[in-house]
């Protein structure tokens, strides 16, 4: 079964491990592309993540350096596909596989809206207003919940509306999640679980999840083991992330749900799913709640769907 995976950070480990690694051939990598092939993927959505211990002077610099790495690493494969236009991923050939570029926080703009415009000029489709801490743009999940969207913030969202890129929510504090909803256009979870399953911050709580939905935005689960299992990091099984899909498809519509791995971001992983070629596995644990039409619907129909109502 073909599927779409929202967030990754490969970008990340091509820039920053201390040896060269090649994305077509390095089985170290996650989500690699060799794992990408074992998965049956038909689009993975590419992060560009900017490491909060770079100078900030520097940071919109290392965000060229990975989109550069993006272009010649990633879009250089011959079954690899830059995917700037959502209609694009209906016209993907056999053994395609669509390539997608994300911002994953606006640390890398700063204050200047420019730069924002200058990074979607380079085919961006989704741009998560902060990491887990403070910028100019918000507060982070790991920030005071009370403090919100700041006035820059704002001009951002207004910016990203006006060029149809989807709002990510995943790595926002709850004022700023709560301020930004009813401005945006476009939203998304990228990589978020069930905080009634597992209480951390990174989690959405039920009134996030069906207020996010009602505004028509999905929520696509992320696999890494603190989100699954409160404090744990090993000896999580795919049974425990079935829970938050199950869950979730209760509480929202498994139509609003997908797949936001995280892989190349994460330290630890679920048993069975060490990698992104190991996604059917978990559509293989799905069988036990879902039927096959819902599960190619979290697989990658869902948001097929999504974004070609734009």
């Not at 689009?43 to 909060?52: K, L, P, T």
């Not at 403090?147 to 910016?159: I, N, P, R, S």
């Amino acid at each position: 079964m073909r599927i779409i995976d929202l967030h990754c950070d490969v970008l990340y480990q091509l820039s920053s491990r201390e040896q060269p690694t090649d994305f077509r051939t390095d089985e170290t990598l996650q989500c690699g592309f060799v794992h990408l092939k074992e998965a049956q993927a038909k689009a993975q959505i590419f992060a560009i993540f900017i490491d909060e211990v770079i100078p900030e002077n520097e940071r919109y610099m290392e965000a060229l350096r990975q989109i550069e790495l993006f272009q010649a690493q990633v879009l250089t494969q011959p079954e690899m596909v830059h995917i700037t236009d959502w209609q694009q991923l209906s016209t993907l050939e056999e053994g395609q596989i669509g390539a997608i570029l994300s911002l994953e926080g606006c640390d890398a703009i700063g204050g200047d809206l420019n730069k924002l415009k200058m990074l979607l000029n380079t085919g961006i489709k989704l741009v998560g207003l902060t990491w887990n801490f403070e910028n100019a743009v918000a507060y982070g999940a790991q920030e005071d919940p009370t403090k919100g969207l700041k006035a820059f913030g704002k001009e951002v969202v207004t910016c990203l509306n006006e060029h149809d890129i989807i709002i990510d929510v995943s790595h926002l504090n709850m004022q700023s999640f709560w301020d930004v909803l009813p401005l945006a256009k476009h939203i998304i979870a990228s990589h978020s679980n069930a905080h009634t399953l597992c209480d951390h911050e990174r989690n959405l709580t039920d009134e996030q999840a069906k207020a996010l939905v009602a505004h028509g935005g999905h929520i696509h689960l992320v696999y890494n083991p603190p989100f699954v299992v409160e404090d744990a990091e090993d000896n999580v099984e795919l049974e425990d992330l079935v829970k938050h899909f199950s869950y979730l498809a209760d509480l929202v519509g498994a139509e609003h749900l997908g797949l936001g791995s995280d892989f190349d971001g994460i330290h630890h992983t679920i048993q069975k799913l060490h990698h992104l070629g190991d996604t059917q596995q978990l559509l293989a644990a799905l069988e036990t709640t879902f039927t096959k039409q819902q599960i190619e619907g979290i697989a990658y129909q869902n948001f097929e769907r999504y974004v070609q109502a734009f």
